[in-house]
Structures are given as C-alpha cells and as structure tokens.
C-alpha cells in the first residue's frame, strides 16, 4: 500500500451547503426489528443459492425512505491497486442478485442485481455503528465504502414492492478486518467514482504536478475548485433523490450543487493517495457535505483546508465559491460547531 497512507498531512475540507437548502427527510432506514442472517459463502466463487427473498425471523417489509441531496440552494489512471473489483472468491448470490464481499479488507463491498427489473433497487451496508443505504441500477456493479472500519457487517439487496416498502431479496453477514484504516477512504465508490472519471484524474494531477506534500495538495484543489466552479442554483431547486456526481460532467460544466464541490476535490485527492472522507451531516439546520483529510500528526480533521500561514480554518468551499471568500462568510465558516456530521464515504 502506498506509504502516503501513513505519511499523510491533513486537512478537512468542509464542503457544507449554505442555509435554505433541503432539509433531510425521516431517516432513510427504517429499524428492522430484527435482521435476516444469511450464512457467508466461505472461499467460493459460487454460492449457496437462496430463496428469491431473504425474509427470516421477522424482517417482513421494510420502509426505505430516499435520502435527501446534499445541496444548498444559496451559496492519468488511477492506480490498479486502487480500482475496486468483484473477484469471485466470497460471493452470497441467487437468482436476482450478487453480493461479493471478497475484498471487505481492502475496505469495500460489490453488489449487483442481475435479473431484470423496472422496480426501485437499494442495498444496505449496515456497519457496527452506522447504516448506509444505497441506490442500485439492475446489471450494474456497485462499490460501497465500509466506513464503520473493522467489525461486524450485514450486505443486504432489496427490491421495491411498494411506495416507500422493500423486501430483501439477498443477503450476507460478515466480520471485516481492514488492511489498511485508510482503504475506504482511498478507493473510487459510488459516491466518489473517480475511476470513471479520467479528466478529473489528469486534473488532479496537473494541479499537483511537482508536489510531494499532501498539505499543498490539498491546497491547489481546493483553490482550484472555489476559484473555477460557480454553484448551481437550478440544480438545486430541481435536484432529486438519487443524485449522484459526475466528475468528469462537473469539471467541464465547472458548475454544480455542495454534493458536486466536495465529490470533486475528494476524487482528486484520492487520486493523488491522499486519504479523505466525504462527509454527508449538518451546517445549523441545513443537510450538507464536506470533506475530511487525514494527518499522520493529529489524525482525521473535520473542516480545515484554509492556511492563514498560522492556523488551519474550518472552509466550506460551497460558500467560499458561492460568496466570493468575503469576510462574513470566511468567519461563519471558521466556526466548527456549525457542523455536525451523520455520514462517511
């Protein structure tokens, strides 16, 4: 593993969305009262088939609600060891979908759903402490980021049978013990899909070309990305659930949402081996997403990416970007405890 992962200098880029953008709807997961367990496939690349639907103990119907976008309406290749792929060799599958957890010590999950469908898809990763959901596109591989780190995991894939209420279709449980604490934060994910994008790669590159230093790294993609995006406020009047990023799209419209600003610069710095989270949580009341970087000295830093030469000042760049870095915004900004935060990509 490339030793940035240990010599990394840190930062946290805090891309919040400003007040009036959406608020967050009831939790996207609903409480399972108790989850359905599926015995892992140990060691194959063909497993135990299953029913079409996982529903043991009393899983039943679960209520999935979307997740809000985080939006605010004011304001080379990457390395072959770094592209996530579905090896074969610990798979959970049946008749409609696939769930490979071969490289859960590389920090990430695939899952397919293989049969053909019009209904809604999401799948679940539910951690030791947290429970992301996700959207699935039939025949579509998709990578998730196990952001909880070492513990105990449940994959699970479901399908819509109604309005807001899945059924589980297929799933797996499993103890993860990462290689690395920095692999979920340093591979491509659905979120963060820099695999997909080769010219936010080669800008990235371009922006860092001749510094070895993670800490200027840092600092030319953020002055980059403040200085050429502008924020998009129809994008976010009209944005729906399910929005994801297009790298390569916002980096030649060099406009988009808060979700773009901090999917943009966590790509480009996880192409260039630097490790950070994209964090999706709250600015007040406000559901926003900033990104966090490591530093070998202090470890995970929540917000700070602007050097005053002195001090490390917790930065929004949809703000920075959106309000010209004037002094009120600078200052609303610099405080941290407008932030809290709910999730990890």
Excluded at 200 to 210: F, H, I, P
Excluded at 241 to 261: R, W
Aim: glycine letters at 6%.
């Amino acid at each position: 593993m490339n030793r940035i992962f240990y010599r990394c200098l840190s930062f946290a880029l805090a891309a919040v969305l400003l007040s009036g953008c959406a608020q967050i709807s009831s939790s996207s997961t609903s409480s399972l009262s108790s989850s359905s367990s599926a015995s892992s496939s140990q060691g194959s690349t063909s497993a135990e088939q299953t029913p079409s639907y996982v529903d043991e103990v009393s899983l039943g119907d679960v209520v999935l609600e979307d997740e809000a976008v985080a939006l605010a309406a004011t304001p080379a290749a990457i390395p072959s060891d770094l592209t996530p792929v579905a090896s074969g060799t610990l798979t959970k599958k049946n008749d409609k979908a696939v769930i490979d957890y071969s490289n859960t010590k590389d920090g990430y999950v695939m899952v397919q759903y293989t049969a053909s469908t019009s209904k809604r898809l999401k799948a679940q990763v539910k951690g030791p402490t947290t429970t992301y959901t996700y959207n699935l596109t039939a025949g579509q591989w998709e990578t998730f980021p196990l952001s909880d780190g070492n513990g105990a995991y449940q994959f699970i894939v479901y399908e819509n049978i109604e309005g807001t209420k899945y059924a589980a279709v297929l799933s797996v449980s499993c103890t993860v013990a990462l290689t690395d604490e920095f692999a979920p934060f340093l591979r491509p994910n659905q979120y963060v899909d820099y695999a997909s994008a080769p010219n936010t790669v080669a800008k990235a590159a371009e922006l860092t070309k001749g510094i070895s230093d993670p800490l200027k790294k840092v600092e030319a993609v953020y002055n980059y990305v403040v200085t050429n995006l502008t924020y998009d406020k129809q994008l976010a009047a009209t944005v729906q659930s399910g929005y994801l990023p297009v790298l390569d799209t916002v980096l030649a419209n060099k406009t988009g949402i808060c979700f773009d600003y901090a999917a943009l610069m966590t790509g480009m710095l996880r192409s260039q081996n630097v490790p950070c989270k994209l964090v999706v949580g709250y600015a007040g009341s406000a559901y926003h997403a900033w990104i966090s970087v490591w530093s070998d000295t202090t470890g995970w830093v929540d917000g700070a990416i602007y050097f005053d030469g002195t001090s490390w000042q917790r930065m929004d760049p949809t703000f920075a970007s959106s309000g010209k870095q004037s002094q009120s915004i600078m200052a609303y900004i610099g405080d941290g405890k407008n932030y809290s935060a709910k999730y990890f990509y």
